[in-house]
């Protein structure tokens, strides 16, 4: 009995193909999941939204400046309230576990 080489050679235009068809498996990857961060994010907006609802608070979107704190926040919106019941709020409107928030984040705020 003789051992049969069983090693695969590919052409050139073999490996294109191969290329070509993991360059197509990466791309449906990477687009099935942006297309899933998508549906998630439109999915927790409309969640918040139905619950600042419930909750009975209107409210705005504000994004958070540089060098801001929750309280820069709420003090900022002219709310003629305690500036913590603002901030409490604030937190339940936006399920935030930390007062802490991040220039650049977008936070729900009551309106006045």
């Known amino acids: 009995m003789s051992a049969q080489n069983t090693e695969l050679h590919l ?7 191969v290329r070509l068809l993991r360059t197509l498996l990466v791309a449906l990857v990477v687009i099935g999941g942006a297309v899933l961060l998508a549906t998630q994010s439109f999915s927790a907006a409309a969640v918040a939204e139905s619950e600042t609802e419930s909750i009975g608070i209107d409210a705005e979107a504000v994004v958070v400046g540089e060098g801001e704190s929750l309280w820069t926040v709420a003090s900022n919106l002219g709310i003629d309230r305690d500036t913590r019941d603002v901030i409490a709020d604030i937190v339940e409107i936006n399920h935030l ?5 991040h220039p650049g984040q977008t936070l729900d705020v009551p309106v006045r």
């Open 97 to 101: 576990d930390t007062p802490t928030v």
């Open 11 to 17: 052409t050139p235009r073999g490996r294109q193909a």
